[in-house]
């Protein structure tokens, strides 16, 4: 299993606001090491969504939003649409394991 | 356009050989670090091996360590990865990505290439 951890699923009705979380530890994320997230659409590879914690690469909407604190982070999505359905990772990097860490991943369901 | 093409993926027996590469284009291959990500059928992303712009620095995860060898050739912008006695949990789709230089974050993907490892 992930040394970091994320909720299997979350759902909210369209229009609606919903927030996933990424747990982690001192080896990682509470050590200061970065955050990212990815967004991954059924089908297709994932794609960048934040970077550095907080930052949103061009072209990702401002409806999509991040925090990092301690050894947690967190990706909020407001006024929820349908093609937001897609499953979601949070990244970063484990200075015990000496690399690159995922959350097991969150799938989002817009009722 | 910055794109990431990977081939050389396909069915195998356990304990057998796959070399998977990545054809980069769009951006100077030479100056950013290279990643493979794994993921299985209906699981979440792994990741499996880094490697320098240069070669220097090494790295791979502890399910991978020893089996495979991961390379790059910088005048032909293309990345590889020798897969050797593969596991039936090596199945899996096999991302190739580019890593930021700033803060490792993984930007673009390539479209994943399917290993199949069955007995």
């Known amino acids: 299993q992930s040394v970091v951890t994320q909720p299997p699923s979350v759902s909210g009705a369209p229009g609606q606001r919903v927030t996933i979380s990424c747990t982690g530890s001192?080896?990682?994320?509470?050590?200061?090491?970065?955050v990212h997230w990815y967004q991954q659409l059924p089908g297709t590879a994932p794609k960048l969504l934040i970077y550095?914690?907080?930052n949103r690469p061009s072209g990702v909407p401002d409806r999509f939003s991040a925090s990092k604190s301690g050894a947690s982070a967190s990706l909020t999505i407001t006024g929820l649409q349908a093609e937001d359905e897609a499953d979601y990772y949070c990244?970063?990097?484990?200075?015990?394991?000496?690399?690159?860490?995922f959350g097991g991943g969150t799938k989002l369901t817009v009722l | 356009e910055i794109q990431l093409v990977e081939s050389g993926g396909g069915l195998v027996k356990p304990g057998g050989s796959l070399r998977l590469s990545c054809t980069a284009s769009?951006?100077?291959?030479?100056?950013?670090?290279m990643n493979w990500v794994r993921q299985a059928p209906g699981k979440g992303l792994e990741w499996v091996s880094s490697?320098?712009?240069?070669?220097?620095?090494?790295y791979y995860a502890d399910s991978v360590k020893g089996r495979f060898t991961i390379s790059r050739d910088n005048t032909q912008n293309s990345l590889s990865l020798q897969m050797d006695s593969l596991r039936v949990e090596d199945t899996a789709l096999y991302y190739c990505?580019?890593?930021?230089?700033?803060?490792?974050?993984?930007?673009?993907w390539g479209q994943g290439i399917l290993v199949t490892v069955y007995s």
């Open positions: 769009g951006f100077t291959f030479s100056s950013y670090r």
């Open positions: 001192s080896s990682n994320i509470g050590a200061d090491y970065d």
């Open positions: 990244q970063s990097f484990d200075s015990t394991l000496s690399g690159v860490i």
């Open positions: 550095g914690n907080i």
């Open positions: 990505v580019r890593e930021s230089t700033h803060t490792n974050y993984f930007d673009p």
């Open positions: 490697i320098s712009t240069g070669s220097d620095y090494i």
